[in-house]
């Protein structure tokens, strides 16, 4: 393990960085461009669904099913049979894309009235959601193939590429937005040809890398190929396993179309910022130590197994701890700074802040579960990451329903909303701006519900062997965010209207307030002893 899974994370996390910032940089453009109302709302849920596909493929699912086959070919076969198994899977997906994209254009009313129920199906938003939906969905097909070549460069240790893939949808999302909508009778309806041209080019990115390695598919139809089939059976259970956070997520956006105007916007804003870490750390990890895993599995090397994972463990809480806090602590001056001008407003700065405190509770875990779910999958075991997905896909439905009623309850404004509506409770949520914070806490419910869930599996099979240290490490970490959390608060009690100050004023003060919080936390674990060569390997 050693160096070569630091590095690898390493360059997977520098590449991702550069896409995360293009995407914060689109998401400023979205805000001042379109604001949160009803079309950016129409195109946030229309895109959520070809984007859950990328989620699920990308960085879920189909890695999941298809990386430690295609290891295990690779550590078994010829590259002959590599070459076989690679085209058969190939051929096998395109086919099933087209029938899928096919079905989902001729269909895309009746998914919107799925995905939409808020959207009345005889109005303008649902209209215009429709026509969205059609013109984005075959991304899902372009993206799955862009998500096989970057399994495939991942494989053979070739990350950078892969890894800066999303951002080509963030700079073409950019140009459709300054380019091209104002041009348009309906300028979020550029942003949905954005998203199809994107899928063109990040498929095109992948191929002179693939054809370097001689590995470009030639796609022949294969259902009844024994590798396939592996990979198949271990589809079904791993869109739920490994994705369960993206399937609460676009159930929750389901829910939010039925609550005030801007729900979906602010929801939306909230998990981009919190895709800032998970995009940069989370991903990297689960990416590089997948393949890792799976080799030292099929070797059946217990030991190396077990301290890939506990550098896992230990990169996951080094990380997500202080990011949880920092984004709790940093809400409101973090969203003013990046999107509050043009069509965001005061009301949108503090619904989306509110969503970001809660939801930044699910870091840590989100980041756990990225090196907890490869624990599972490494060894083909796609049951346990199911069976935990749907716990934690109960914990969020339950927490939905329970918080939205306590909210409604006991605070003065859904009082006022359910005598108002006659105690009709649909259409009272549906009036009460703030409800959506339900939504956030439930996610974060949720991730800690399936992380527990995994760790104690992991336990039960005796998986995972903990090196030494561990006390002292949680000990050190603790004391070090606490001291980061104290700095960060302190400063930021003299800095309250942040929507006072200009572009150039907001921006200093929020890097002095996060450049603050870093090296207090960077320098008091220097102090205590931890360096940076502890996380090359044990």
């Not at 390695?213 to 198949?232: C, H, N």
């Not at 080799?295 to 301290?307: C, L, N, T």
């Not at 700065?349 to 980041?367: D, K």
Request: hydrophobic residues 55%.
């Amino acid at each position: 393990m050693s160096k070569g899974l630091a590095k690898s994370a390493g360059i997977h996390s520098s590449m991702t960085l550069l896409s995360r910032i293009s995407g914060l940089v689109r998401d400023q453009i979205y805000a001042t461009h379109f604001g949160a109302g009803a079309a950016m709302d129409a195109f946030l849920v229309a895109f959520r669904i070809p984007n859950f596909m990328r989620r699920i493929s990308g960085e879920g699912a189909f890695s999941m099913a298809f990386v430690p086959v295609l290891q295990a070919y690779r550590d078994s076969s010829s590259e002959r049979e590599v070459r076989e198994f690679i085209d058969k899977v190939a051929g096998t997906l395109i086919a099933g894309l087209l029938v899928l994209t096919g079905l989902a254009l001729a269909l895309a009313p009746l998914l919107m009235r799925w995905f939409a129920p808020g959207f009345a199906p005889d109005g303008e938003q649902f209209r215009l959601a429709t026509e969205l939906l059609r013109i984005t969905f075959p991304y899902v097909l372009l993206i799955s193939l862009t998500a096989m070549a970057g399994g495939i460069l991942n494989s053979y240790g070739r990350f950078a590429v892969p890894a800066l893939s999303p951002l080509l949808l963030n700079l073409s999302l950019i140009v459709a937005a300054l380019a091209v909508s104002s041009r348009l009778q309906i300028p979020v309806r550029a942003l949905a040809w954005g998203v199809t041209i994107a899928g063109v080019l990040q498929l095109a990115f992948h191929i002179p890398s693939l054809m370097r390695l001689g590995l470009l598919p030639k796609p022949k139809w294969g259902a009844g190929d024994a590798g396939v089939r592996a990979v198949l059976r271990r589809m079904g259970p791993g869109i739920l396993g490994s994705s369960v956070a993206q399937v609460n997520l676009l159930l929750n956006t389901v829910v939010a179309t039925m609550l005030a105007a801007g729900s979906v916007t602010w929801l939306y804003y909230a998990d981009r910022l919190l895709e800032f870490p998970l995009g940069i750390f989370g991903v990297a990890i689960g990416t590089v130590i997948l393949p890792n895993l799976a080799s030292h599995y099929v070797q059946a090397d217990r030991q190396g197994y077990s301290r890939s994972l506990d550098w896992g463990f230990r990169l996951c809480l080094l990380i997500g701890i202080p990011a949880c806090i920092g984004l709790a602590l940093c809400a409101k001056p973090v969203v003013a700074t990046l999107f509050q001008y043009g069509r965001f407003n005061a009301t949108d700065l503090e619904m989306t802040s509110r969503s970001i405190v809660a939801q930044a509770l699910a870091i840590p875990a989100f980041l756990l579960v990225k090196v907890l779910a490869p624990a599972f999958y490494a060894r083909q075991d796609a049951r346990t990451p199911m069976r935990a997905a749907l716990a934690s896909l109960l914990a969020n439905a339950l927490f939905v329903f329970a918080g939205a009623a306590t909210w409604m309850l006991a605070t003065e404004a859904g009082r006022q909303a359910l005598q108002m509506h006659d105690h009709n409770w649909l259409s009272a949520a549906g009036s009460t701006p703030g409800v959506h914070v339900v939504l956030s806490l439930a996610i974060a419910f949720a991730a800690w519900v399936n992380a527990i869930a995994l760790g104690i599996a992991l336990h039960r099979y005796q998986l995972f062997e903990p090196q030494s240290g561990w006390l002292r490490f949680l000990v050190k970490i603790a004391l070090a965010a606490t001291l980061m959390a104290a700095t960060v608060w302190a400063l930021g009690t003299h800095w309250s209207d942040w929507s006072a100050w200009h572009f150039g004023s907001r921006i200093w003060r929020l890097a002095l307030l996060i450049g603050a919080g870093v090296a207090i936390y960077g320098l008091s674990l220097l102090a205590m002893g931890v360096r940076p060569r502890d996380f090359k390997g044990h």
